[in-house]
């Protein structure tokens, strides 16, 4: 299964805070924005979201379609496929936005320790 581009987005309580730490390892500003409360910050391949007041628990991600530069990549899972695999292998979803036959959709899990795991398709 292609999951596609891997971070992990991080319910933060300072966002400057969070970004000039984040800075400290050698990540900069890739995505995202200080006045809507997030930023993504990139550093070689791995991804960090940074997110203010959005929820409550970190989510590790997964963006089918995408590399570590959130350029397209050509072949890749559709986020459906994707859902009916991990349904099928007994995976129960919290949440999905499935409802179109192509294109973005997304879907959210937990793994057996209570990590929300996010699947979300941008094209």
């Keep these: 299964m292609k999951l596609g581009a891997f971070s992990i987005s991080l319910a933060v309580k300072n966002l400057e805070v969070s970004k000039s730490f984040y800075e400290k390892l050698g990540f900069s500003v890739f995505g995202g924005a200080m006045e809507k409360n997030y930023l993504i910050m990139k550093n070689e391949d791995s991804l960090i979201g940074l997110f203010e007041g959005m929820f409550e628990n970190n989510i590790l991600t997964f963006n089918p379609g995408w590399n570590s530069s959130a350029q397209n990549l050509e072949e890749f899972d559709d986020v459906r496929a994707i859902h009916s695999k991990l349904t099928a292998s007994?995976?129960?979803?919290?949440?999905?936005?499935?409802?179109?036959?192509?294109?973005?959709?997304?879907?959210v899990f937990m793994d057996p320790d209570g990590n929300a795991i996010l699947i979300d398709q941008h094209r």
């Design 90 to 107: 007994g995976i129960t979803m919290v949440s999905e936005q499935l409802a179109n036959p192509e294109g973005p959709g997304s879907m």
